[in-house]
């Protein structure tokens, strides 16, 4: 088995910043594609930001200029640095990744999250 545990995220005034990780542990021989996605309340879970095993990214238009996520594949691990928080960035922040097995067996495997606050 393989498991994602997300740390990083707390209580930040607006315009300040916050760096959350994701690590990843378990039989692991690759992880492809990492990304972190929100679900404030009341609203559907969207992708924040994804980057792939070769460095590729993509952002949500949102957090474009303000968010960068980065990944230490020897170390099984992801980041999303978030700079110039704002009150609406305000979510659960959950990281989902891609990861192989020695097997090659692909499991889509999810964090419990991390509670990001914003206040104003």
């Known amino acids: 088995q393989v498991h994602l545990v997300e740390s990083g995220g707390g209580l930040v005034q607006a315009g300040g910043s916050l760096r959350l990780s994701c690590a990843a542990s378990g039989t692991i021989f690759r992880i492809n594609v990492m990304g972190w996605y929100r679900q404030a309340p009341g609203k559907q879970r969207e992708l924040v930001a994804r980057i792939t095993s070769g460095g590729s990214t993509n952002y949500a238009d949102s957090v474009k200029g303000r968010f960068t996520i980065s990944r230490n594949n020897a170390k099984n691990t992801g980041y999303l640095q978030m700079n110039s928080l704002k009150p609406e960035d305000t979510a659960v922040y959950s990281c989902?990744?891609?990861?192989?097995?020695?097997?090659?067996?692909?499991?889509?495997?999810w964090g419990q999250g991390t509670q990001v606050t914003v206040s104003s």
């Open positions: 989902n990744a891609d990861i192989l097995d020695p097997f090659l067996k692909s499991y889509d495997t």
